[in-house]
């Protein structure tokens, strides 16, 4: 059973435009939310996190914005580089380790 | 330079044979872990350790083995027992132990097994 859902594998997205990726989660205990950035054949890295008594954090072009009634958090990157193309994972954490979604993989077109 | 260390980068393994990935930090962090990514399935948790000298199983710890008998060191044994080995493997560590906390995990650059 899948406890931190990314619905969407691939999204595409112009340069310059908005690049929004959606994670949704079930476990209520999670209180912790982070995303990585995923190359092929690397290790992932850190990008952003969002604790639970907040519904927004914001470094540079990167905005994550949590909905904990909603159980649902994005990742807001704008504008999009083609740099920013990669795999991108939502990870949600509480008592145990980090809980990872599939990935979606974003695509940004110059 | 602070970091983790996986090697080898590329394995190659023969059916029924064991083979060991290592893992070394030097980030002082208490807790490692091993994840085990495949095409569309994410990031998936085999084996993780909070201290030294001590590890739990993760979501799919059949066929693997680890030991952590010291603090900067967390190798996996994949075992002949392990039905589908081919896959990437990713170490990491965190400084606070068996959970995400306010600390983000960090990674290795990773280890791909493939079995002839």
């Known amino acids: 059973d899948q406890q931190v859902k990314q619905n969407s594998p691939s999204l595409s997205v112009q340069e310059g435009r908005i690049s929004i990726l959606n994670c949704d989660y079930t476990?209520?205990?999670?209180?912790?939310f982070l995303w990585y950035k995923k190359y092929p054949a690397e290790g992932p890295t850190f990008l952003i996190s969002?604790?639970?008594?907040?519904d927004k954090n914001e470094d540079g072009r990167f905005t994550v914005f949590l909905n904990k009634s909603a159980k649902h958090l994005s990742l807001h990157i704008v504008p999009s580089q083609p740099g920013d193309s990669a795999v991108y994972f939502c990870a949600a954490a509480g008592n145990t380790p980090l809980v990872f979604g599939k990935g979606t993989r974003l695509s940004v077109i110059a | 330079d602070g970091g983790i260390t996986q090697s080898p980068k590329y394995l190659f393994r023969k059916e029924g044979q064991n083979v060991t990935l290592s893992c070394e930090q030097n980030l002082n962090h208490d807790a490692m872990y091993w994840y085990r990514q495949d095409p569309g399935q994410g990031l998936r948790l085999i084996y993780y350790?909070?201290?030294?000298?001590?590890?739990q199983k993760g979501d799919i710890a059949e066929g693997y083995s680890v030991s952590r008998e010291k603090k900067e060191s967390f190798p996996l044994t994949v075992t002949s027992a392990q039905k589908n080995p081919t896959a990437f493997y990713l170490c990491a560590s965190s400084s606070k132990g068996g959970q995400g906390g306010t600390g983000e995990l960090f990674f290795g650059e990773g280890s791909r097994l493939t079995v002839l």
């Open positions: 476990n209520s205990m999670f209180d912790y």
């Open positions: 350790s909070q201290i030294v000298n001590d590890f």
């Open positions: 969002i604790s639970s008594i907040k």
